[in-house]
């Protein structure tokens, strides 16, 4: 899990109810089904409108990793490897084959599998290097649903405002509602940037930053399997691969 994630979502939800409250607005203040159906539902029309459906799907299946993002242990990584270069220099490449199926990670397996096959260095380079910049670009676009819900809940907001502030017109008769009308209209417009700024933006922003480790872990994995069908020697390959950890 996540720690600063969790603090952080705990802060901002305490920030925005313990302001209300010190402000004299109360949590009362803060609830409005009609705020929230012209914001969320709003804000999710849109960005639906936006995406393709295998985007929004991946969105919806890597958003758990603002709280649980997936393992990486670079040091392990590398010492798994150095173990393969040694058993590959000593008994050949094919005496790897035994350990695909203890590998869950695809990418990992299929690279793997390229060097116990024999497959060219360079040509193992190309097709490994394209399967991680597709990879990198549907996660990335994915991520940025996240991005697109914060630019358009605040725009949200000031839609509900106006539409808000509309019902309030058609009651300046009646002083004793003003107050009251006026209040709920701006609710609208804390839901808009209060989910942008304290929700869909952050949220965007952890994603992009996993989606940074797992590339860097991915280039770290092809240059050391590069390294291994290239029968280059154990103590060069740990220092190559020492450099993705900085």
Known sequence: MDILSVIGAILGLVALVGGSILKGAGLSGLWSPAAFTI??????????????????????????????????????????????????RKQGLLALEPVLDQLPDPFLRKGLQMVVDGVEPETMRQMLEIEAQAQHHRDTAAAKVFEGMGIYSPT????????????????????SKLGHGIAAAFTATIYGIGAANLMFLPMCSKLKGVIHRQQVEREMLIEGLIAIAEGENPRNLESRLNGFLH
């Open 156 to 175: 949200m907001g000031i839609i509900g405002a106006v539409l808000g502030l509309m019902a309030v017109m058609k009651n300046l008769s009646d002083p």
């Open 39 to 88: 914001v969320i539902v709003g804000t999710i029309a849109a960005i639906l409108l936006q995406t393709p459906m295998h985007t929004f799907r991946r969105a919806l299946g890597i958003v758990r990793w603002v709280f649980f993002p997936p393992p990486q242990d670079h040091a392990a990584l590398i010492a798994r490897m150095l173990e393969w270069s040694t058993i590959s």
